[in-house]
């Protein structure tokens, strides 16, 4: 137990930087988590257990403060194949392969070669992850008129519009005032306020899907243990590995750029893997 300690270096964290990042990654999470679900034909609630077991165990072990890991949309594609094939089993054990990978890479110490990446590429793929998450995003401003779906209209418009606009400016002008309390976390807060105590009739994240369930138990992957599985599964496993780990090392070279201080890259490379092993086990 103590050399866990000693690898994930526990003592070291800040508890409330952690809290924050960790409550306001989940929060934002939410909405994306089940659209990622969705669109890689798995029930709603698979996406918000990865979500949940990514922020949280990542938030503890990861090698970087304030930066929690979540759903990854670039690997959806890897996913929709996978589950459309061969059934969501078989995905959650490839889930589990791919966090042993990533867990090896930190072991191996090899994360610090995400470093030799020129930072044009950097620069690219965090700004082509930005425009994916958009566009993902977009969708939300349709509407089921019955005869299908169609963009919204007139007053929908206009307080979905407004209501985005003023997220927005909680979370570019509220860092003026403080920055003790992320601005993204202040800026939910206030709109979801505005719109329970005015009774505003916008769309909300149970129109998206249903968000109802219970807590993630151990559900260990229904499938063959034989070559045949792993033959099976060893390209998807590496693939989300590779794509999990270069989308989290680049953000996290990335935040070491801003913050002028250096992150763990391999420590952050095995927490990757750990919670993706859980999410295997827990139906994420």
């Known amino acids: 137990m103590n050399n ?22 989940a929060m934002t999470m939410i909405p994306e988590s089940l659209s990622f679900a969705i669109l890689a034909g798995l029930p709603p609630l698979t996406g918000l257990y990865a979500a949940f077991l990514m922020g949280l165990t990542t ?12 759903g990854a949309g670039a690997t959806v594609v890897v996913l929709m194949a996978l589950a459309a094939s061969h059934g969501i089993d078989y995905l959650f054990a490839a889930v589990v392969l791919a966090g042993l990978l990533q867990f090896l890479v930190g072991l191996f110490k090899w994360g610090k070669f995400v470093r030799l990446i020129p930072q044009p590429v950097m620069y690219g793929f965090l700004n082509g992850l930005a425009i994916i998450i958009f566009m993902a995003q977009v969708v939300q401003f349709k509407e089921n008129t019955g005869s299908g779906v169609e ?27 403080t ?66 780990l270069v989308e989290s090392l680049l953000t996290l070279n990335m935040v070491d750029e801003i913050t002028a201080s250096k992150g763990n890259a391999n420590r952050e490379s095995m927490a990757q893997g750990v919670a993706n092993a859980i999410n295997g086990f827990f139906g994420g």
Not at 4 to 25: D, H, Q, R, Y
Not at 152 to 175: A, D, E, H, N, Q
Not at 218 to 229: A, G, K, Q, R
Request: proline share 6%.
């Open 179 to 244: 920055k003790a309390v992320p601005a993204s976390l202040v800026a939910i807060l206030v709109v979801f306020g505005l719109v329970s105590l005015l009774g505003i009739d916008t769309k909300k994240v149970v129109d998206i899907a249903s968000v109802s369930g219970t807590l993630p138990h151990l559900h260990l992957p229904n499938v063959p243990l034989s070559w045949e599985t792993l033959q099976l599964i060893f390209p998807y496993s590496l693939v989300m590995a590779g794509v999990g």
């Open 4 to 25: 866990t300690f000693e690898i994930f270096n526990i003592k070291s964290i800040n508890l409330k930087n952690e809290l924050f990042a960790g409550l306001t990654v």
């Open 59 to 70: 938030s503890i072990l990861g090698g970087r403060p304030g930066m929690v890991s979540g």
């Open 151 to 177: 963009w919204m209209s007139g007053s929908t418009l206009y307080i979905m519009g407004g209501l985005t606009l003023l997220t927005m400016l909680v979370v570019i002008g509220f860092p003026r005032i």
